[in-house]
């Protein structure tokens, strides 16, 4: 059986005035002192795993708050602040959900320049691949040419693959609790701003956002309200002659807009 062929390296190196870098002080300054752990943990990560990025998603967030005891509002604010001040690139993120720099590249592919058979996937490159070092470059080159496999076989196309397949499962199983159905560009937009998880077991949970709820254009603030869980037990108040409680009927039901109504009379 071949080897498996290493991906990642078991150190990196961490420039001594990494905690005075004007990004990291920005970082430091807008999500606070905690906010570092965050940051070596993802560089941790990176080195570690791909070498040169790492994918961003729903479950590594989850394991970021479960390592630290914070919340995941704390640990998306970090990332944005550290994509905002350039301490990953955002564009790539926005593209393709991953996290790299050409900081990370550069130190990467010096420290593994003399490995063989490679791969990389010239996508996500910000850096030049040659036999004796690393170059930066303003965009991604075509590293074929530099004597690399680039990462388009077999295996990345079934990653590939099954990314797209949970996406599509994700996508039809909220069109299966909605009435009204959610477009696919409306699906994406809405699934770079909220917990997709969340938002899932929030519909599963009241009937009234399944039958009236349009995803297709809503507000941060009413998304914000859902995942807070406050339509879980909401239900329209229906109208009825009584409509003279207007005012406050919007905290009754119906049936007690009646109770309250006969009593008026019988007083």
């Not at 640990?75 to 990370?104: A, H, N, P």
């Not at 009241?206 to 941060?220: E, V, Y």
Request: aromatic residues 10%.
């Amino acid at each position: 059986m071949a080897r498996p062929m290493r991906k990642g390296i078991d150190y990196y190196p961490l420039d001594v005035n990494f905690l005075s870098d004007l990004k990291v002080r920005k970082i430091i300054q807008a999500c606070g002192p905690n906010s570092i752990a965050i940051i070596m943990l993802l560089l941790g990560t990176i080195y570690g795993d791909e070498g040169y990025f790492m994918r961003w998603d729903e479950d590594v967030c989850f394991l970021i708050t479960e390592a630290f005891g914070v919340k995941q509002m704390y640990v998306e604010e970090t990332l944005k602040k550290c994509l905002q001040v350039g301490f990953f690139e955002k564009k790539l993120f926005d593209r393709y959900q991953i996290l790299t720099s050409r900081g990370i590249q550069k130190r990467f592919f010096e420290i593994t320049k003399r490995r063989k058979n490679f791969h990389v996937d010239q996508r996500y490159l910000l850096v030049n691949v040659t036999e004796t070092g690393v170059i930066a470059t303003e965009t991604p080159i075509n590293v074929t040419e530099m004597g690399v496999n680039v990462c388009n076989g077999t295996q990345n196309k079934v990653k590939e693959s099954k990314v797209k397949d949970r996406e599509i499962d994700i996508y039809n199983t909220i069109n299966s609790l909605l009435d009204k159905k959610i477009t696919s560009e409306a699906y994406h937009h809405l699934s770079n701003q909220v917990d997709i998880g969340r938002l899932i077991q929030e519909l599963e949970q009241s009937p009234w956002l399944r039958q009236n709820a349009d995803l297709n254009d809503c507000k941060p603030s009413f998304l914000a309200k859902i995942l807070a869980g406050k339509y879980r037990e909401y239900r329209a108040v229906s109208k009825n002659k009584f409509h003279n409680f207007s005012e406050s009927s919007v905290d009754f039901t119906a049936e007690e807009l009646e109770e309250m109504a006969r009593k008026k009379r019988e007083m």
